[in-house]
Nanobody
């Protein structure tokens, strides 16, 4: 599977933004998906994950309650709805795919994803 993220941009604090990630390949529904983000000088940070069927959606604590991850297996798409954005959400956001996870903790680990899309920049001004 190949991934391509889009939807980033410049918004003000409190605004909403939806990121999209489109995937190629017929086996999209077999992959666990995730969103990570990265700011300059820091490593990638887990944001949210979603299981193959969409029933499991763990979130990082800083975004829990504000961000929502979803997927449409028929369209080979995964989304990240971001509400109540804060300046600290400014980062390059990446979508990623990996094999189905057996544990919740597996979603947050970068090494458990083997396919990454190019990033899309989100900038939140105060």
């Amino acid at each position: 599977v190949q991934l391509q993220a889009s939807g980033g941009g410049l918004v003000q604090a409190g605004d909403s933004l939806r990121l999209s990630c489109t995937a190629s390949g017929r086996t999209f529904s077999m992959y666990r998906l995730g969103w990570f983000r990265q700011v300059p000088g820091k490593g990638r940070e887990f944001v949210a994950g979603i299981s193959t069927g969409g029933n499991t959606t763990p979130y990082a604590e800083p975004v829990n309650g504000r961000f929502t991850i979803s997927r449409d297996n028929a369209k080979n798409m995964v989304y990240l709805q971001m509400n109540s954005l804060k300046p600290e959400d400014t980062a390059v956001y990446y979508c990623a795919a990996g094999a189905p996870a057996l544990t919740i903790s597996a979603y947050s680990k970068e090494e458990n994803y083997n396919t990454w899309g190019q990033g899309t920049l989100v900038t939140v001004s105060s």
